[in-house]
């Protein structure tokens, strides 16, 4: 369990994570379009977490879900990533991240 002052991006988004992976396997399909729709801004903000959505197998499960409704809203959650990530090496930004990260960053 976290506590405030523990918070932090890295602490609070595997949190995030966790609790929209419990909120996309409700019956309710309402529930999980709407868990989708959270889990894909997560995602933009932490491009990493897809891996661990992959490897989690919840990629895979969105896109064979019965419900025709979940698997259009993860092929548009899939996009609006894809979307988000290309524009983010476009402008520059990832490389300036990993600059930073790297200890690289221009003086």
Known sequence: LLVARDL??????PAIYAMFRAYLAKPDAAM???????????????????????K?????????????MIRLQ??????????????RIESGMARRQLDEKLGMAEA
């Open 32 to 54: 999980v379009d709407k868990a989708l729709q959270g889990l894909a801004s997560l995602l933009i903000g932490a491009p990493r977490l897809m891996l661990v959505a992959e």
């Open 8 to 13: 932090t991006p890295a602490t609070s988004r």
């Open 74 to 87: 993860g092929l548009r959650c899939c996009c609006e990533i894809l979307e988000a990530e290309e524009h």
């Open 56 to 68: 989690d197998g919840l990629v895979g499960k969105v896109l064979a879900h019965p419900e025709a």
